[in-house]
Structure formats: structure tokens, C-alpha cells
Nanobody
Framework: QVQLVESGGGLVQAGGSLRLSCAASGRSFSSYRLGWFRRAPGQEREFVASITRNGGRTYNSGSVKGRFTISRDNAKNTVYLQMNSLNTEDTAVYYC???????????WGQGTQVTVSS
């Protein structure tokens, strides 16, 4: 089992950048696929990005491609989401998630708020 704690959210102006972190506790961090999701006000949760266990491959949603970068540091048990060129549509609560079996997301953090002002 793994526990996930996000940090790094906040208020930023449009065009700015933020880096989110998600620290994991528990065993075998490197055995988990990791992802970032977000939920905007009044909308359903949506996929943002994911990264494979060894960090060799990443996947991004079309809405963030070219602006957001997911990375991980297995030595620090941490996954990151670098967000550049933020716009107001990126305002949401951002969640990190972990998947041990390669098919769904079993573990979730509590979320961190990102607000982009115009």
C-alpha cells in the first residue's frame, strides 16, 4: 500500500508556472505507475499525465501537451508535475494517483488546489 501527499499548488497568473510534487510513503515506490488528474469546478475528474514505473515513458492529455511535464524520482519517492504557460482553464484540484497492477488507479492523494487568474 502507498500513501500519497500532494503539494505545490497555489495562485498564479495566466502565463505563469507551478511545479506540483507528490510524495509517497510505503514500500516499492518504483513498482507503481504514477499519474496526475484534475477536477475543475463543476466538472468530472480528468486525466492529465502519467509515467511508467522506471520513468521511461510518459503520457499527457491533449489539453496539456507541450505545457505540462510529468517526472519522477524513485530515490525520493516523489512524482512531479511541471506546469508551464498556465491558463484559467487549468484551474482545478490536482490529484496524484498510483497504480500497482497496470490497469487502474488504486491509490489517490487528497489533492492540491491550483488557481490561475487572468
Amino acid at each position: 500500500q502507498v500513501q500519497l501527499v500532494e503539494s505545490g499548488g497555489g495562485l498564479v497568473q495566466a502565463g505563469g508556472s507551478l511545479r506540483l510534487s507528490c510524495a509517497a510513503s510505503g514500500r516499492s515506490f518504483s513498482s507503481y505507475r504514477l499519474g496526475w488528474f484534475r477536477r475543475a469546478p463543476g466538472q468530472e475528474r480528468e486525466f492529465v499525465a502519467s509515467i511508467t514505473r522506471n520513468g521511461g515513458r510518459t503520457y499527457n492529455s491533449g489539453s496539456v501537451k507541450g505545457r505540462f511535464t510529468i517526472s519522477r524520482d524513485n530515490a525520493k519517492n516523489t512524482v512531479y508535475l511541471q506546469m508551464n504557460s498556465l491558463n484559467t482553464e487549468d484551474t482545478a484540484v490536482y490529484y496524484c494517483a498510483a497504480d500497482q497492477f497496470g490497469s487502474s488507479w488504486q491509490y489517490w492523494g487528497q489533492g492540491t488546489q491550483v488557481t490561475v487568474s487572468s
